[in-house]
């Protein structure tokens, strides 16, 4: 009798095991994935090892790894994302990492508006200025970033140094790379995108000034005048 509660027992662990290796493949996301693929290489190594399947066994320990390295990974990369979206000053320091170093003079045009787009920049220090809207950027900020995500391809501004500076610049194909290995880059870049575009359209939004007999194109009429009374 133990014996036979025993077998069922083992042949229980086998079946939780498939149910989880099915499981798997109803999710639509990562984590839950990744957690059930490691319960499912558990329970399967345990059969494997009670009734000594031996191949079964060596797949299951070899997937086990596996699984608990990429769950790692899926962890870490939501820290990442986390850490870049409660950042106050995104950090873009990486782009040294695959970026080509360039050193340029105060005054020095780095491009002009409607220039075709070839890089992004990192200013690893000194100063530039955007001068349509008049803006200085210090060390540690990105600029022509812009430029990635128009139809036009162009440059929407002029940028100078103000002082002599370094720069860092990766062109569009290093820069999709760096979103794809470091999402919280992206999440950074696209933050710094939306505060500029929204500072622009602040700064840009004028008051209505009324309309008065030394600014109109042509003569203010009174009402009463036109219409013939005093």
């Known amino acids: 009798m133990t014996e036979l509660m025993s077998l069922h027992g083992i042949e229980a662990i086998g079946w939780l095991a498939s149910a989880l290796t099915v499981a798997t493949y109803a999710m639509n996301t990562m984590m839950p994935l990744r957690i059930l693929a490691i319960a499912s290489s558990v329970c399967f190594a345990i059969y494997a090892a009670i ?21 790692w990974q899926i962890l870490s990369l939501r820290g990442r994302l986390k850490k870049g979206a409660l950042s106050e000053l995104p950090d873009f320091s990486v782009i040294k990492r695959y970026g080509k170093a360039r050193r340029t003079r105060a005054g020095t045009i ?48 002029t940028v100078r140094c103000t002082e002599d500076s370094e720069l860092y610049e990766i062109d569009e194909r290093r820069f ?54 005093t």
Do not use: C, K
């Not at 009734?51 to 390295?69: D, H, S």
């Not at 075709?116 to 600029?143: M, N, Q, W």
């Not at 970033?145 to 391809?153: G, K, P, Q, R, S």
């Open 51 to 71: 009734l000594q399947l031996w191949p079964l066994l060596a797949m299951e320990l070899l997937l086990l790894p596996i699984n608990l390295w990429r769950f």
């Open 110 to 157: 780095v491009f002009r508006r409607g220039d075709p787009v070839d890089a992004l920049y990192f200013l690893g220090s000194g100063r530039v200025l955007i001068e349509e809207v008049g803006v200085e950027l210090a060390a540690g900020e990105i600029f022509g970033e812009i430029a990635f995500f128009t139809d036009d391809a162009v440059r929407t501004a």
């Open 176 to 229: 999709m790379r760096l979103q794809f290995e470091d999402p919280s880059f992206g999440m950074s870049v696209m933050r710094v995108i939306t505060r500029r575009l929204m500072e622009n359209g602040g700064a840009g939004t004028a008051q209505p000034q009324p309309v008065t007999q030394e600014s109109a194109p042509f003569p203010v009429q009174d009402p009463a005048q036109a219409s013939g009374h």
